[in-house]
Each structure stands twice: as C-alpha cells, then as structure tokens.
C-alpha cells in the first residue's frame, strides 16, 4: 500500500484520520509475544507500535519529520480510544496507553454473528427490536404507540416544509426572503438541544465499529441495519424522518442555499453529526468519527433504515418453528430421535374425553360456589345471578342442584307473622266518628 498525499478541502482531518488507520491495520507488524508465561499470537507491544507509527508519520508527506515521539503515543492513545486496537486481554475504557512494553493487538472488524465484542447485551432490548421490525409504516417509518415521544408538532411541519420546498402546501403564513434559513435553523435547535444522540450512548462503540467495515459497502450495511434495530423507538423515528429530510434537501436543486460558505451537504453532516453520534466522554475525534458514519448514512440510509428482509424471515420462521406442536402418533418409530423438543405432554384417549367432558366444569363449579357463598350478595341479588348461571351453564346448575328442594334449601321461606288486632277495634267494629267538641280559653 503506497502512501497517498491527502490535499486540502472539506473533511481533510476526516481523510488523514482514514488513511492512517488503513496503513496501519495493513502495514504494523504482528507476531508472537510472551507475557506472565502465556503466549499471545499476532500482537505487538506498545513501544513497539510508537517505533512504527512514528516511522510512519516522519516519512509521510502528509505530515513530515517534525512529528514527534510524544505526539505518536497520543495518536495511538485515539486509536485505543475508538478501538483501532485493543488489549490484549479485550479490556476497555480501564487503561491508558504509554510507551512501554504493554501487548496490544488490532482490533477484530464486526461481524454479524454476534455482537458480544462490542456491545453489552444486558442493554439490548428485545421489545425496541420487535417494535421496530413490526410497527413501521408502508414507507418503513417506525409508528409510536406513545404519542408523548413523537417529534414536535412544529418540528414535523418545518421538516415537511423543507423536504417539500418549493411546494409547502399546508404553509399558512406567508414567506418572505430567508424563511427558508430560518425554518432549517428551528430543526437544527431542536435536534442540537436533544439530551442523548440519536444513537445512544451505551451503542456509540458498536456504531464505531462498523465504521471499519466502510470499505465493504454490502457487509457495512447490513452490520448498521442489525445496529440500527437496537434503537429505542422513538430515537429510530427521529433518525428516520431526519436522515429522509437531510437527503431530499442535498438532492433539491431549487433549495436557495441554507448557508453562506457551504454546499448543502457539508451544512447537513457539519448541523447533524453530533446529534446522531456522539460518545458521553467526548473526545477529539468524536466529530471526525460522526462526521463519516453521517456521511455513510446519507448515501445509503433507504437500505440502512429499513428492516433485513433476511433477518425477518429468520426471526418468523424460528417463531413459527417454537411454536409447533411434535405430535407422536401410535405405531411410529419411538427411537427416533427430533432436533426440536416437544413442548405438550401425550395423553391416553380416556384422559382426553374426561378432560374435555370435565376440564371446563371444573372452575365453573367453583364460580358456581363463589356466588352461593357470598354474604355481601342480597336474596335478590343471588338469584338473579343464580338464573342467568343456569341459563348459560345449565348440565353444571343441574350438578349442584339436583332436585327443587336442594334449590330451596338455599333460600328458606320465612314464615311471616299475623298482625294483632286492636282491642278497641274489635269492640266497637262499626261506631261511627263522632265530632268533639274543641275549648277555647
């Protein structure tokens, strides 16, 4: 690999940052080393890197020989920071690199068989995931069930305004020179003033790494779908909806400039980039870092924001495999053995015609109890509720009572007692009223 001279122009920092690393992940010699009687295989120590990188740098003319032996141990301090190597034990964020006789080895690119590496699957979500594969849009687009967490309405309208320019037809105040600057700079406040990026912080080192897969545009791909998938939600809407506007601006020929001095598309990954990615201890290259996964996602965010068709007709044919029931039917092969397990237990015939005949009665004999022996129901009340029981169940009503008297032993009759009659009205049956005669004083 033959040392490329990176110019000037936009992003140059971005450039030399690539073209060092390449050079190093392809050039840095590895071999075996011993430590605390264990062999490492294809590692190095870190003086030995600082001699290399070092070499490296004083004869590029990228950078020249002022570069100094100071100055290489804090690069390679970057690149332990965002994983170009790693211990080599796979310890992270415990350790600081000096120069001295510490083994260290490249960092594994990501694969798509596990994430392990990267990523602590305590975090992962299995709910964001399902969400995110199942309660999308016609145009993919993930659907909240909690309204609270949708972007702002505002937000919404000044996106629409933009993604539609010149065309905004739900626009109900008038525009004047500059509104359209305006409307790109109430999008960019809010994205700016969100408390964590759009993809997390406790993911940023899983994202980083699939920065290293760039060259292998499809596997990239794929490793940011898997990765995208993790998201909560709402922050996958957000990104979606963002990444749609960010893209229609950049190819609307009719768009004015947004800003003086820049192309559109500089002005999209220079306004979003520390809103989309972005580590909780930030550091130099954070932006750098941001600015190519941005960059990345612009291109290719249709196929990178949309669910694996691949992964999904995995995950529903598992589902559907768990799901179904191993029968074994009488005269068949017993010693045969099944890869799945059978997740019902087999039953005699006469088990399942009883099963079938009382499985049912049972807890509707026990509801039966429960209404008989509530003392909070009234005489009323019960009956009542007793008759619509027998309607609806009438083989288990007939059960529990057999005969009318069992039915009425249950409300017994209450003999009512005669009123007594009045003496006085008995001896003088038909004396008629008479008038007194009231005093006055």
């Known amino acids: 690999m033959e040392h490329r001279i990176v110019g000037p122009g936009p992003y140059r920092a971005t450039r030399l940052w690539n073209e060092t690393v390449e050079l190093f992940r392809a050039r840095m010699p590895l071999r075996k080393h011993r430590c605390r009687f264990k062999s490492y295989e294809h590692c190095f120590t870190a003086a030995e890197a600082v001699d290399w990188l070092h070499e490296l740098l004083r004869c590029s003319q990228n950078f020249g020989p002022e570069v100094t032996r100071k100055q290489t141990v804090q690069l390679l301090k970057k690149f332990l920071k965002n994983h170009v190597i790693e211990d080599i034990k796979g310890k992270w964020g415990q350790e600081d690199f000096e120069d001295n006789g510490h083994l260290y080895s490249l960092q594994k690119i990501l694969g798509l068989d596990s994430l392990e590496e990267v990523l602590d699957i305590k975090l992962v979500n299995c709910k964001f995931i399902i969400h995110n594969v199942y309660s999308v849009s016609k145009q993919g687009v993930v659907i909240l069930d909690d309204k609270s967490k949708e972007l702002p309405h505002w937000v919404l309208s000044a996106m629409k305004c933009l993604v539609n320019w010149p065309n905004c037809s739900d626009l109900k105040q008038p525009m004047y020179l500059g509104f359209e600057k305006d409307v790109f700079k109430t999008i960019a406040d809010y994205y700016g003033h969100l408390k964590e990026p759009l993809l997390t912080f406790h993911l940023f080192d899983a994202f980083v790494s699939v920065l290293g897969l760039l060259q292998k545009e499809k596997m990239a791909i794929e490793a940011f779908q898997i990765c995208c998938l993790l998201l909560p939600p709402e922050n996958r809407r957000k990104l979606q909806l963002l990444m749609r506007m960010m893209a229609r601006i950049c190819l609307n020929k009719e768009m ?72 074994k039917y009488p005269g068949a092969d017993m010693d045969i053995t099944l890869s799945t397990p059978s997740f019902c237990r087999q039953i005699s015939p006469e088990e399942f015609e009883y099963q079938r005949a009382y499985g049912s009665q049972e ?79």
């Open 256 to 327: 004015p400039p947004l800003c003086d001095g820049f192309g559109t598309r500089t002005l999209m990954v220079q306004t979003f980039s520390r809103c989309i990615l972005c580590s909780k201890d930030e550091v130099d290259l954070d932006e750098l870092l941001a600015a190519r996964l941005v960059t990345f996602l612009m291109d290719n965010y249709e196929e990178i924001l949309k669910v694996p068709l691949a992964l999904q007709t995995s995950i529903e044919e598992r589902v559907a495999h768990l799901r179904r029931v191993q029968i």
């Open 363 to 441: 807890p509707l004999a026990a509801l039966l109890e429960e209404v008989i022996t509530d003392a909070k129901l009234s005489s009323k009340e019960k009956k009542k509720k007793l008759k619509q029981f027998q309607k609806s169940y009438p083989e288990v009503y007939q059960e529990r009572f057999p005969t009318p008297e069992s039915e009425a032993l249950l409300f017994p009759e209450k003999s009512k007692p005669k009123p007594q009659l009045l003496m006085w009205a008995l001896k003088n049956p038909f004396q008629p009223f008479q008038r007194t005669r009231s005093f006055r004083m």
